[in-house]
């Protein structure tokens, strides 16, 4: 089985900054595609932001030039760097990851909350 564990949520005021991480564990052959996405109270998950095992990114509009999604292949670890936090980044944000191990499976973590005060 292969647990996607995400850490570093939390409250902080507006203009603040924080740094969310996501490890993969488990028989693990190789991941592709990670990911942050997030769900804000009454709306649907939406994408945040996704790296490429060969470091392309793609972000949502919304975070363009505040967020920087990152990774370690060595450590099965993706990283997404908040800052210039608004209250409107307020939700509970999901780690994806596509994992090979015999084959390709999508897979989500629990979610970390992330609360951004005004």
């Known amino acids: 089985q292969v647990q996607l564990v995400e850490s570093g949520g939390g409250l902080v005021q507006a203009g603040g900054s924080l740094r969310l991480s996501c490890t993969a564990s488990?028989?693990?052959?190789?991941?592709?595609?990670m990911g942050w996405y997030r769900q804000a109270p009454g709306k649907q998950r939406e994408l945040v932001a996704v790296?490429?095992?060969?470091?392309?990114?793609n972000y949502a509009d919304a975070v363009k030039g505040r967020f920087t999604i990152s990774r370690d292949n060595a450590k099965n670890t993706v990283y997404l760097q908040m800052n210039s936090l608004k209250p409107e980044d307020t939700g509970v944000y999901y780690c994806?990851?596509?994992?090979?191990?015999?084959?390709?499976?999508?897979?989500w973590g629990q979610g970390t909350q992330v609360t951004v005060s005004s």
């Open positions: 994806n990851a596509d994992v090979r191990i015999r084959f390709t499976i999508n897979y």
């Open positions: 488990g028989n693990i052959f190789s991941i592709n595609t």
């Open positions: 790296i490429t095992s060969g470091s392309v990114t």
